[in-house]
């Protein structure tokens, strides 16, 4: 095996999350009595975004969702985790947030219920559709696109946060 493709295996987490997903989804469906059907490609980014000089471009953006709402214009995103990183049961983690606007766009739904098991507790956090956040979400993407993929060049590094722990409340 290459070192490139030995960087891309799964985890072990990254498999009992795998495993575990159609359990969590199942579980989510009948507490909050929604139908859900598993989404099976990713979706590309249909509209037309107008920038601030006025071009109108395609944004190169895809996403897949993890489940359809059958009869509703929503998604469901689930999450399987041992801890909470960085976000509790009233403020989601940045990216679990972002990641739900940018298949709310992609599949032009009205909102996206982030359901996630931590441990054996139970989460559901609904993100609604929000156009300003859409609008600035594309235009990062966009620029990220013609600064960097474009021209082949690498973003700077960005040290992370390790988030050490985190409170975690359940009402």
Known sequence: MTPAADMHRQSEAMAIGSFM???????????LGLRLRAATRTIEYKGIFTRDDGDRVNVNLCATPDYYVLGQRMLVEIK?????YGWNEDSLHPQY??????????????????CAMVGSTFFHIPIV?????????????????????????????VEQTRVTSAKVTKG
Do not use: N
């Open 21 to 31: 997903e159609p359990y969590v989804a199942r579980y989510a469906a009948s507490k």
């Open 80 to 84: 399987v985790s041992s801890i909470m």
């Open 97 to 114: 947030e972002w990641q739900a606007r940018a298949q709310m766009a992609c599949t032009d739904r009205d909102t996206c219920i982030v």
């Open 129 to 157: 559709r929000d156009l300003h956040k859409e609008r600035m979400m594309l235009s990062a993407v966009d620029r990220f696109w013609y600064d960097h993929v474009m021209p082949g060049i690498r973003p700077f590094h």
